[in-house]
Structures are given as C-alpha cells and as structure tokens.
C-alpha cells in the first residue's frame, strides 16, 4: 500500500503487446470499478514488461512472477509511476489481485488467505490511515 500512487478494482478492457527496443511490453487498460487510492478515473493504463507479439514473427517474452492479463479479468490493481508517463504494477503479482467467484460468492486469495472484497479494501484502508498517522504531511 505505501508504495502505490494508485490502488483501484477494476476490469481488463484492452492489453496490447509492443516491441520497444529489444523487449517486449504490454499495455494495459483497465475499466475502473472503485478507486481506493489515488486520482479517480474513469479508466487506467499501465506498463508491464513480457507479452506477446505477431510481428516480424510470433514471440512471447514472460517474466517470472508477473501476472498475465486477459481482458475481463477483474482485479485489484497497485499501481505506482514507472518510466516518465507510464504506470507499473507494484511487486508484480503482489500489486495484482484478482477477484474470484464460487459458489459462496465474490472474493480474493490474499497472503494465502480467503478474504471478501470488503474486507480486503477495509484492509487496505487501514493501512492507508496507518500511514497517515505515521508521517501527517505525507500524501495517500
């Protein structure tokens, strides 16, 4: 949570993969639900090094620990500034959280335990005043 400019739930609606230079990226468009930290938008893009690219010929760069997006997917997304103008994913998998669905209902696998969306933003929350009270005249 400190590290992240922007913690939003949100649903993959694009991710588009790139050559740039010598590797491969991903961008990714997000249809924002709920904005828990950071600027409210209406949609969010981030960068993340790895996908998948046609041309010249097909390839596919992954890197280990780092989540793969399909759109639909719903997740809780941290994200944090990367290279000037773009957004990352903080600690890969760990800024990435999906939200899951069975037969009991919407939830997610956080630190290997169930949690319920609420519950997992309450969570976060508490964290966030915890920052606050730790440095007043730093911002969320």
């Known amino acids: 949570v ?3 400019e922007s913690i939003v739930l949100g649903k993959v609606e694009a991710a588009r993969s790139y050559w740039q230079g010598k590797q491969i990226y991903t961008e990714v468009t997000v249809a924002v639900t709920r904005s828990i930290k950071g600027p409210r938008s209406a ?3 981030f960068v993340q090094l790895g996908g998948r690219v046609e041309q010249p ?3 596919e760069m992954t890197l280990p620990g780092a989540p793969i997006h399909r759109v639909g997917d719903q997740a809780y997304f941290f994200l ?3 290279r000037p103008g773009d957004r990352v994913i903080v600690g ?3 800024g990435h959280v999906p939200l899951r ?3 009991r209902g919407e939830y997610v696998l956080f630190d290997g335990a169930r949690k319920a969306p609420a519950h997992f ?3 976060i929350r508490r964290q966030m005043a915890g920052q606050k009270q730790e440095n007043p005249g730093a911002a969320p």
């Open 43 to 45: 949609t969010m893009t």
């Open 57 to 59: 010929v097909p390839l």
């Open 92 to 94: 890969l998998f760990r």
């Open 121 to 123: 933003e309450e969570e």
């Open 80 to 82: 944090q500034p990367g």
């Open 2 to 4: 400190p590290a992240s």
């Open 101 to 103: 669905r069975d037969g």
